[in-house]
């Protein structure tokens, strides 16, 4: 027998694991998980009805093509059905989007700190990533992202709002900076957090994709929509963008229970709205206690507040964890805090105030 491992890419050594959101800890006096950006509302109950019927149905393979949800969004967003892909969340998504335009010698650029499934997806592929910092505000800083296109970039990411700042680039600049992009480089409006934009300066990406053939907008729902356990995405992108993103999907990674249970939200929308209005209220309010306790905190357009705490993030992660609640830390950088029940975000301020006093 052979004392040989198996050949495996040279791209894959190095690549980071994706670090989820740490899970609330179990039997700790309360906890709260606002390390994941989730939705703390339970599904709604006709969706969890549509979900279990579904459910009955699992020895059958689920619909491919996601007939039904892609003709339910291509109605909704006044798009062609053909300009539609869905994938397992709009990470895979992502990763197809990627599949579909670098390899080895091409160039992916995105912002830094930004969604940090970018360089994993993105060395899987073979290319080379492009980090652009964001500017001092923690913003995209676009004018230097145009001015790093080289003839080797083949995808632009563009988080709007972003991942992990919250904070959202607005429609002039945004417009300025898609005019100076090639048209043979892609540019990924990724809008996880859309329903969740309230400043009405942000553009919406279906919006500048219409004309735009090298535009390309994810969205998700697994953030507003409370279905991230279920793992639904979709792109909205012109031909023949689209259609590749056909050709690189996992075949049938999208399940039947997934594709009812999000019709089934699409439909279920004003209540869904409703909910998502009161963690906008939550997100007003954490955010403005935040500022009266004297912490500096980005303007958020999405459903988390990102603090800059540098060499202090890890010391006031444990200390929300003591009060109970889980938050997400970048070692040596910042915090991000998911906007959750109130009760959470009630503990989560109180960790806050008493942290800023013993700076
Ligand atoms: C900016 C951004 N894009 C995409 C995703 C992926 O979400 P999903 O794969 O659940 O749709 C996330 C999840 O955290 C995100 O923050």
Redesign the pocket.
């Known amino acids: 027998m052979s004392e040989k491992s198996p050949k495996l890419r040279a791209e894959l050594d190095g690549i980071p694991t994706y670090k989820p959101g740490k899970p609330a800890a179990a039997g700790g006096p309360v906890a709260y998980k606002l390390s994941?950006?989730e939705n703390p509302y339970p599904p709604l109950s006709g969706v969890l009805e549509t979900a279990v019927a579904a459910a009955g149905n699992f020895n059958r393979y689920p619909d491919m093509a996601c007939t039904g949800l892609v003709n339910e969004l291509a109605e909704r967003f006044g798009v062609p059905v053909e300009h539609i892909a869905t994938g397992?969340?709009?990470?895979?998504v992502?990763q197809s989007l990627i599949q579909s335009t670098a390899g080895p010698g091409d160039e992916v650029m995105y912002a830094w700190r930004?969604?940090e499934?970018y360089p994993i997806i993105t060395q899987i592929s073979g290319a080379t990533s492009v980090r652009v910092p964001l500017t001092d505000g923690d913003v995209h800083d676009l004018d230097a992202m145009a001015a790093a296109i080289t003839d080797r970039t083949r995808l632009i990411f563009v988080?709007n709002p972003n991942?992990p700042t919250g904070t959202a680039v607005r429609r002039a600049e945004l417009e300025r900076f898609l005019d100076q992009v090639p048209s043979d480089v892609l540019v990924v409006l990724?809008e996880?957090?859309r329903e969740f934009v309230r400043d009405a300066d942000v553009p919406d990406g279906i919006e500048l994709y219409r004309n735009r053939p090298n535009v390309a907008v994810?969205r998700?729902?697994?953030?507003a929509y409370g279905l991230?356990g279920l793992?639904v995405?979709f792109a909205v992108a012109h031909e023949p963008v689209a259609a590749a993103l056909r050709k690189t999907a996992v075949p049938f990674g999208v399940s039947q229970l997934a594709q009812d249970a999000a019709v089934a939200s699409l439909r279920a929308e004003d209540e869904l709205m409703g909910r998502v209005g009161a963690l906008v209220s939550e997100r007003t309010r954490v955010h403005e206690a935040l500022v009266a306790q004297g912490w500096t905190v980005p303007d958020t357009q999405a459903n988390f507040v990102w603090m800059r705490l540098g060499e202090r993030t890890g010391a006031f992660a444990e200390a929300c964890e003591k009060a109970g609640v889980v938050v997400r830390p970048f070692a040596g950088e910042g915090l991000r805090v998911t906007i959750g029940e109130t009760e959470a975000n009630d503990l989560f301020l109180h960790a806050a105030a008493a942290f800023f006093k013993e700076l």
């Open positions: 994941s950006n397992t969340g709009s990470v895979g992502a930004s969604f499934a988080c991942n990724d996880a957090y994810l998700t729902f697994s953030k991230a793992r995405g």
